[in-house]
């Protein structure tokens, strides 16, 4: 095993009808930022890695192949999806006013949850859900946890 510095070790992946667009929006109501876009040469996305903080997403272009088979989106499925993205930001109140302008749909108004910090739930164009907050899980004490 070689070592090297990892600085996302789960990284989501997800799939959108309009791969371009939607990495436009991300990018402009999320904060996202380009880390790598590769284009199919069809007009849609092959690969693209979008950096938020330390993390990153990993997402292409819908597509009817054996990998694409396996996702729906959550047009397909009545608006639901079976995972959603948890991000955290500093400043829950500036990012949910930039979304909210950005015409993200929002699901949870901006709180204080009973665990900690602020924040909201939005979908995206495409119906994905997302969470933003300032709660902090790394910083909850061991001994604090529930298994």
């Not at 510095?5 to 667009?21: F, Q």
């Not at 996702?71 to 006013?97: E, K, W």
């Not at 302008?101 to 994905?128: K, M, N, T, W």
């Amino acid at each position: 095993m070689t070592s090297r510095t990892v600085r996302s070790t789960l990284i989501p992946s997800l799939r959108y009808r309009d791969a371009p667009a939607m990495i436009d929006w991300l990018c402009r109501a999320l904060g996202f930022q380009r880390h790598a876009v590769y284009e199919d040469g069809e007009g849609g996305i092959a690969h693209a890695q979008l950096s938020f903080g330390d993390g990153l997403l990993m997402l292409g272009s819908a597509r009817d192949d054996d990998w694409g088979r396996r996702f729906a989106a959550p047009a397909d499925i009545g608006n639901r999806v079976t995972q959603s993205c948890c991000c955290l930001v500093a400043d829950p109140d500036a990012h949910y006013a930039q979304a909210k302008a950005a015409g993200a749909q929002i699901v949870d108004e901006l709180h204080s949850p009973e665990f900690g910090g602020r924040a909201y739930s939005c979908r995206d164009p495409e119906g994905q859900l997302w969470w933003f907050g300032s709660y902090d899980p790394w910083s909850v004490p061991a001994a604090g946890r529930r298994a």
